[in-house]
C-alpha cells in the first residue's frame, strides 16, 4: 500500500467514461456575433454549410460505449428521440466547449433550443449563460446554477486532447459526467 493513499478512496477509473465527441473544428460558434441579426443556435435552425451548431449524445449511465449522437430537429416544436435525462449537449460558446445535460433541470425541455449569453456585470463579462426558451430560466454554463431557485443544471467535464496525425491546431473533444465528489 502506497504510503500517501487513502483507503477510504475509492481509486479513479482510468478513462472508462471519456469518451470523443468529434474535433474542436466540427463544432462552430453558437450564440450572436457583431456581424449577425439572429443568435446562431442548434440544430438545423444553426446551420451554415450542413454545419449544425452543436451535438447531442444519448449516452448510458452504466456504458459510455453505447452512447449514441442524437439528430436535433429544426423548428420550436421538438421532438428529441430518447431520454433527456441521459443526453449531452456540446457547443462552442466564446471560443470555449461546453458539455452540458440536455435536459433544463427546471422545466425538463430540451437545451438545444436555448440561447447561450454572456453573464455580465457593468459591460464586465463575467461568465458564460444558457437561457432555457420554455420558461425563460438562465443557467451558468460554468457553475450550472440558475438564476433563480435552487435548480442546477449539470455540467460535464471537457478535454481537449491532440489528435495523433492531425493538424497542430485542432484538438479532439472529450467529455464525460463529473465524478461525484463524497
Not at 474542436?24 to 446551420?47: I, Q, W
Not at 444558457?130 to 443544471?153: A, E, I, V
Request: aromatic content about 10%; charged content about 25%.
Amino acid at each position: 500500500m502506497n504510503f500517501f493513499s487513502n483507503p477510504f478512496r475509492a481509486p479513479s477509473r482510468t478513462g472508462a467514461d471519456w469518451f470523443p465527441v468529434g474535433l474542436a473544428s466540427s463544432f462552430p460558434e453558437v450564440g450572436s456575433d457583431e456581424n449577425e441579426t439572429e443568435p446562431r443556435l442548434c440544430g438545423n435552425r444553426g446551420e451554415e454549410k450542413g454545419t449544425p451548431g452543436c451535438k447531442v449524445f444519448h449516452v448510458p449511465r452504466t456504458d459510455t460505449t453505447q452512447r449514441t449522437e442524437l439528430e436535433i430537429p429544426a423548428g420550436d416544436d421538438v421532438e428529441i428521440p430518447g431520454d433527456l435525462a441521459n443526453q449531452v449537449l456540446v457547443f462552442q460558446f466564446r471560443g470555449k466547449i461546453h458539455a452540458i445535460d440536455h435536459q433544463c433541470p427546471h422545466s425538463s425541455y430540451p437545451l438545444s433550443q436555448g440561447i447561450p449569453f454572456d453573464i455580465e456585470d457593468f459591460g464586465v463579462v463575467l461568465s458564460a449563460g444558457l437561457t432555457c426558451p420554455k420558461h425563460n430560466w438562465s443557467f451558468d454554463l460554468f457553475s450550472g446554477r440558475s438564476d433563480r431557485g435552487n435548480y442546477k443544471l449539470k455540467v460535464w467535464e471537457v478535454q481537449l486532447r491532440d489528435v495523433e496525425g492531425g493538424t497542430a491546431n485542432d484538438k479532439e473533444v472529450w467529455v464525460r459526467r463529473k465524478p461525484r465528489i463524497g
